[in-house]
């Protein structure tokens, strides 16, 4: 088949079921099609632009514009753009396939409500196929700049596509949709004008439609209608870049707007900085804060970082060099004057300008945080439901904002026992009893088995507050977070009890203990020695007749399960098993005399142990049996 030959090609078994929900199922905010196709075409100038930078025969000597026009009489509305187009090859490749690098992911986000897929569609890369709402028919003429052939696509969005050779003067894209029956309303060019003023007016390039005919009286209208004239074009929109202008001049709808359009978010943000520096580095910053997490937070390889331009020539989509990994969330644009316009991702990565910026605008983004923590507590609570997870990287990443991004995270305690994370650990520090000396917390599976455990159970009893951790983040965190205001953040299963072990007479009780228990902990470390690094006696249990502790040194049971499950190598460790020498079960088993029922017991309340701080067991079956064992013994009693 030749090169310039008619193909007829399927759509990907995603892109087929993605098409047929668009077209049967997606009816809320329909015009939101127009403000996608517009944003592409803006795109597509600025990657234009940018190309030129590079290859100065790229130049076409055109202004820059989209033009946009509607035919009541044909049905149809045109998207017509002098952008950078494509060559037949990323047709095939864009036009044919959605959202490749997360297709899977998107599909199963797609849940059938009317409002949540829609507002997955731009997240996926996927605008362009919003089309297919409101047309029966859609038809592409692009031509890329450098090449002197055309190409022409057109599918009625079912099962197929076709790609054949077509014709073009410029280089840039054409988009005809044919509307259907149901969809008229925007073949009315007034209602056109209305949704891009509303959803483009601050498109940097002009978004131009054909002048409305002025009033006449009617044989001057039937003269025109008799005569060929030439069609005048007319701006609809600011066409000036939003982050130029003086913010008392924006309106928040107009900010909101501009979000949308560089997010591709159907929701508004929750906030944003607009501002501008001058003197040794000079910067234009617009940054917005999401309400909605993107599909890919969590891809490696998922879309992060700012739109990039450089003496307002567009330079880069993801600039991720100007924000550290902790706040990949933030949406928004950079415009600078000092960075070369040949600028590369290398250059970037080794800039000392760049490290400037990146180091104010990271003070911008937590200084908003804290802001809205501080003013407006119920988006600040939204924002941490959403993107909190990823904020506790920070301490990690980020040593010289260590504190600010301390004072922004929040935590479940065993205040109130509620899993939702509300408690700052200024709140904590605040409200801590007279003579407290650390800031404690315990790190588990879930929050149900961290508020359960075992460990926290003296404290609990004394009044004490625990900050309950249970995302995966959270050991990590703990780890790079020493102290908060001169009190250090202890883990209560590691280490051996302090705090409350200093008054005198729980020492002397814990000494008395282990004097009473001396040959108790002996055959247990007989029995165990195997699995435990020793057996002592405790003062942090009251209810649990055991529990399990390791060395301050050493790593929690829940960082050894993501490590190990990463496929790192850990060294052998093995945790000590603390004993409540009062409870009824160490009772009876220090008064145990058949030494393999001792065994049975002992190997039990080891396992439990386990199983109370949420670890699986290594022999499961083995635990099952001696309990069994145990239980006919009893009823055989």
């Given at each position: 088949?030749?090169?310039?030959?008619?193909?007829?090609?399927?759509?990907?078994?995603?892109?087929?079921?993605?098409?047929?929900?668009?077209?049967?199922?997606?009816?809320?905010?329909?015009?939101?099609?127009?403000?996608?196709?517009?944003?592409?075409?803006?795109?597509?100038?600025?990657?234009?632009?940018?190309?030129?930078?590079?290859?100065?025969?790229?130049?076409?000597?055109?202004?820059?514009?989209?033009?946009?026009?509607?035919?009541?009489?044909?049905?149809?509305?045109?998207?017509?753009?002098?952008?950078?187009?494509?060559?037949?090859?990323?047709?095939?490749?864009?036009?044919?396939?959605?959202?490749?690098?997360?297709?899977?992911?998107?599909?199963?986000?797609?849940?059938?409500?009317?409002?949540?897929?829609?507002?997955?569609?731009?997240?996926?890369?996927?605008?362009?196929?919003?089309?297919?709402?409101?047309?029966?028919?859609?038809?592409?003429?692009?031509?890329?700049?450098?090449?002197?052939?055309?190409?022409?696509?057109?599918?009625?969005?079912?099962?197929?596509?076709?790609?054949?050779?077509?014709?073009?003067?410029?280089?840039?894209?054409?988009?005809?949709?044919?509307?259907?029956?149901?969809?008229?309303?925007?073949?009315?060019?007034?209602?056109?004008?209305?949704?891009?003023?509303?959803?483009?007016?601050?498109?940097?390039?002009?978004?131009?439609?054909?002048?409305?005919?002025?009033?006449?009286?009617?044989?001057?209208?039937?003269?025109?209608?008799?005569?060929?004239?030439?069609?005048?074009?007319?701006?609809?929109?600011?066409?000036?870049?939003?982050?130029?202008?003086?913010?008392?001049?924006?309106?928040?709808?107009?900010?909101?707007?501009?979000?949308?359009?560089?997010?591709?978010?159907?929701?508004?943000?929750?906030?944003?900085?607009?501002?501008?520096?001058?003197?040794?580095?000079?910067?234009?910053?617009?940054?917005?804060?999401?309400?909605?997490?993107?599909?890919?937070?969590?891809?490696?390889?998922?879309?992060?970082?700012?739109?990039?331009?450089?003496?307002?020539t567009f330079i880069m989509d993801e600039a991720e060099q100007f924000l550290p990994m902790y706040l990949r969330f933030?949406?928004?644009?950079?415009?600078?004057?000092?960075?070369?316009?040949?600028?590369?991702?290398?250059?970037?990565?080794?800039?000392?300008?760049?490290?400037?910026?990146?180091?104010?605008?990271?003070?911008?983004?937590?200084?908003?945080?804290?802001?809205?923590?501080?003013?407006?507590?119920?988006?600040?609570?939204?924002?941490?439901?959403?993107?909190?997870?990823?904020?506790?990287?920070?301490?990690?990443?980020?040593?010289?904002?260590?504190?600010?991004?301390?004072?922004?995270?929040?935590?479940?305690?065993?205040?109130?026992?509620?899993?939702?994370?509300?408690?700052?650990?200024?709140?904590?520090?605040?409200?801590?009893?007279?003579?407290?000396?650390?800031?404690?917390?315990?790190?588990?599976?879930?929050?149900?088995?961290?508020?359960?455990?075992?460990?926290?159970?003296?404290?609990?009893?004394?009044?004490?507050?625990?900050?309950?951790?249970?995302?995966?983040?959270?050991?990590?965190?703990?780890?790079?977070?020493?102290?908060?205001?001169?009190?250090?953040?202890?883990?209560?299963?590691?280490g051996e009890w302090d705090e409350s072990a200093e008054d005198d007479d729980t020492k002397k009780a814990l000494e008395?203990?282990?004097?009473?228990?001396?040959?108790?902990?002996?055959?247990?470390?007989?029995?165990?020695?195997?699995?435990?690094?020793?057996?002592?006696?405790?003062?942090?249990?009251?209810?649990?007749?055991?529990?399990?502790?390791?060395?301050?040194?050493?790593?929690?049971?829940?960082?050894?399960?993501?490590?190990?499950?990463?496929?790192?190598?850990?060294?052998?460790?093995?945790?000590?098993?603390?004993?409540?020498?009062?409870?009824?079960?160490?009772?009876?088993?220090?008064?145990?005399?058949?030494?393999?029922?001792?065994?049975?017991?002992?190997?039990?309340?080891?396992?439990?142990?386990?199983?109370?701080?949420?670890?699986?067991?290594?022999?499961?079956?083995?635990?099952?049996?001696?309990?069994?064992?145990?239980?006919?013994?009893?009823?055989?009693?």
């Amino acid at each position: 088949m030749t090169a310039d030959a008619t193909q007829t090609m399927g759509f990907q078994t995603e892109a087929k079921r993605l098409l047929h929900l668009m077209i049967h199922s997606l009816y809320s905010n329909r015009e939101i099609f127009l403000r996608e196709l517009i944003s592409n075409a803006s795109d597509a100038i600025d990657k234009h632009r940018f190309a030129v930078i590079n290859d100065g025969s790229l130049a076409s000597g055109a202004d820059y514009r989209i033009r946009v026009s509607a035919d009541a009489d044909a049905k149809t509305i045109t998207i017509d753009d002098n952008g950078i187009g494509m060559s037949r090859d990323e047709v095939v490749d864009n036009l044919g396939t959605i959202a490749k690098s997360g297709t899977a992911a998107f599909m199963e986000q797609l849940s059938g409500d009317q409002k949540q897929d829609s507002q997955l569609i731009g997240q996926f890369g996927v605008g362009f196929y919003s089309s297919f709402i409101v047309a029966d028919r859609v038809v592409v003429v692009t031509r890329k700049a450098g090449e002197s052939g055309a190409t022409r696509w057109e599918s009625a969005g079912e099962d197929e596509f076709t790609v054949s050779e077509a014709e073009r003067e410029s280089p840039g894209t054409t988009i005809t949709i044919h509307l259907k029956p149901d969809a008229d309303e925007f073949a009315d060019s007034w209602r056109v004008r209305s949704v891009i003023k509303k959803y483009s007016d601050h498109i940097s390039v002009p978004v131009m439609m054909p002048k409305p005919p002025q009033p006449s009286d009617e044989e001057e209208d039937q003269a025109d209608s008799d005569a060929a004239v030439a069609t005048e074009w007319e701006a609809v929109n600011e066409a000036k870049a939003l982050w130029t202008r003086s913010r008392s001049e924006i309106s928040d709808e107009e900010y909101q707007a501009f979000y949308k359009h560089i997010s591709h978010d159907f929701e508004d943000a929750l906030t944003w900085s607009h501002n501008s520096v001058e003197g040794k580095l000079e910067y234009t910053s617009l940054l917005f804060l999401p309400q909605r997490a993107p599909f890919d937070l969590w891809h490696r390889e998922g879309a992060r970082g700012l739109k990039l331009y450089v003496q307002r020539t567009f330079i880069m989509d993801e600039a991720e060099q100007f924000l550290p990994m902790y706040l990949r969330f933030v949406k928004g644009v950079l415009d600078s004057s000092d960075l070369p316009l040949n600028v590369s991702r290398e250059i970037l990565q080794q800039n000392q300008q760049v490290e400037s910026i990146r180091g104010a605008l990271t003070k911008r983004v937590l200084d908003m945080l804290s802001k809205m923590a501080s003013k407006q507590p119920e988006d600040y609570q939204r924002f941490w439901d959403t993107f909190g997870v990823v904020l506790k990287e920070g301490p990690a990443e980020d040593f010289t904002n260590r504190e600010k991004i301390a004072d922004l995270l929040r935590f479940s305690t065993t205040r109130d026992d509620d899993a939702s994370q509300r408690v700052s650990l200024k709140d904590y520090v605040t409200a801590m009893k007279e003579g407290q000396q650390s800031i404690y917390y315990v790190v588990a599976e879930n929050h149900a088995t961290a508020k359960n455990s075992p460990h926290i159970e003296a404290l609990r009893a004394q009044g004490m507050e625990v900050l309950l951790l249970s995302d995966r983040v959270d050991e990590w965190l703990m780890s790079h977070l020493a102290e908060y205001d001169g009190k250090t953040l202890r883990d209560c299963a590691k280490g051996e009890w302090d705090e409350s072990a200093e008054d005198d007479d729980t020492k002397k009780a814990l000494e008395e203990a282990e004097k009473a228990s001396e040959s108790l902990i002996e055959r247990m470390q007989g029995v165990l020695s195997e699995r435990v690094a020793g057996v002592r006696p405790t003062v942090r249990l009251t209810n649990s007749p055991a529990c399990l502790t390791v060395a301050e040194h050493e790593m929690g049971a829940q960082m050894r399960k993501i490590m190990e499950a990463a496929g790192q190598e850990m060294p052998e460790s093995k945790p000590t098993m603390e004993i409540n020498v009062d409870h009824p079960l160490l009772k009876r088993l220090d008064q145990e005399a058949d030494e393999d029922r001792f065994a049975d017991l002992a190997q039990i309340l080891l396992d439990q142990a386990f199983l109370a701080e949420g670890s699986a067991l290594e022999d499961p079956a083995s635990y099952v049996a001696r309990l069994n064992k145990l239980l006919v013994e009893m009823s055989d009693d």
